[in-house]
């Protein structure tokens, strides 16, 4: 691991994002900046994971486009591999309008042994879904990789032209002792330079918590446009975050 990711991951501002997604401490902006910028650590993929099947949404009937984009999409880094140091982080996905209501969300590890499935009932319109894993799902291990897809259910049973997405996680480590007495509120410098170390599911998750605790705040709102467009995501910067 390069040594910026290993020095920032050993510093009091992390156990702030850790913590953010349990709600001990309350969500809240202390300060603006310009931009939100994902920095890639250099890691690749094990394996390319692209969107699949029915491209042209014959099968799923999708109803809303988004420039090029008319299918499932993946907030996902270029190398389709994002860090994190949750245990078990969130992961999102871009859903068009489509007459599909459910499906299936699946976990893997890099032996390809499921780790985790279920059924996701999908929103009814069209925005950005977060997956979160339940605590159910034993914690991810440090320093290893999982594969997650996602298959849009939308004929009575699975198809083979049923679109797809997939993605990498790889959990790094984290000192959380050095965060125990630190109650600051999360800031937009954090979710910054979460994302310049190359942390991209924490940074993605946390500013989707401040962004639903906070709608109306413009800030937050240019940090995320930003963060997407960093990684090439301009399609979707604008796509509402959706239940």
């Known amino acids: ?55 042209d949404g014959d099968i799923c009937g999708f109803g809303t486009k988004v420039s090029n984009s008319v299918s499932v999409t993946p907030l996902m880094p270029n190398s389709n591999i994002g860090f994190t140091v949750a245990d ?8 068009p309008g489509s007459k599909a209501q459910k499906a299936l969300f699946t976990l893997q590890d890099d032996g390809s042994k499921t780790y985790y499935q279920t059924t996701l009932t999908l929103p009814q319109k069209p925005g950005v879904m977060e997956v979160k894993l339940p605590t159910s799902v034993p914690a991810l291990k440090t320093n290893k990789n999982y594969k997650w897809s996602l298959v849009m259910i939308c004929t009575e049973e699975l198809d083979t032209d049923s679109p797809w997405v997939g993605g990498w996680i790889r959990r790094v480590e984290a000192d959380r002792t050095l965060t125990s007495n630190n109650q600051k509120p999360i800031s937009l410098e954090l979710i910054s330079k979460l994302a ?18 906070q709608p109306n705040n413009q800030a937050l709102t240019n940090a995320w446009q930003d963060l997407l467009k960093s990684v090439n995501l301009n399609v979707i910067a604008n796509e509402p975050l959706v239940n």
Do not use: N
């Not at 650590?41 to 099947?53: D, E, F, I, L, V």
């Not at 078990?88 to 859903?95: A, D, H, S």
């Not at 310049?196 to 401040?210: H, K, N, R």
């Open 196 to 213: 310049e170390t190359g942390i991209w599911y924490d940074s993605l998750s946390i500013l989707a918590e401040l962004r639903r605790s």
């Open 1 to 55: 691991m390069p040594a910026k990711i290993r020095h920032f991951l050993k510093s009091p501002l992390l156990g702030i994002a850790l913590i953010i997604s349990s709600s001990i401490f309350p969500i809240s902006i202390t300060s603006v900046m310009a931009g939100v910028t994902f920095k890639p650590p250099g890691a690749q993929a094990p394996q390319r994971s692209s969107g699949g099947g029915s491209r």
């Open 88 to 95: 078990r982080p969130t992961i999102f996905v871009y859903l």
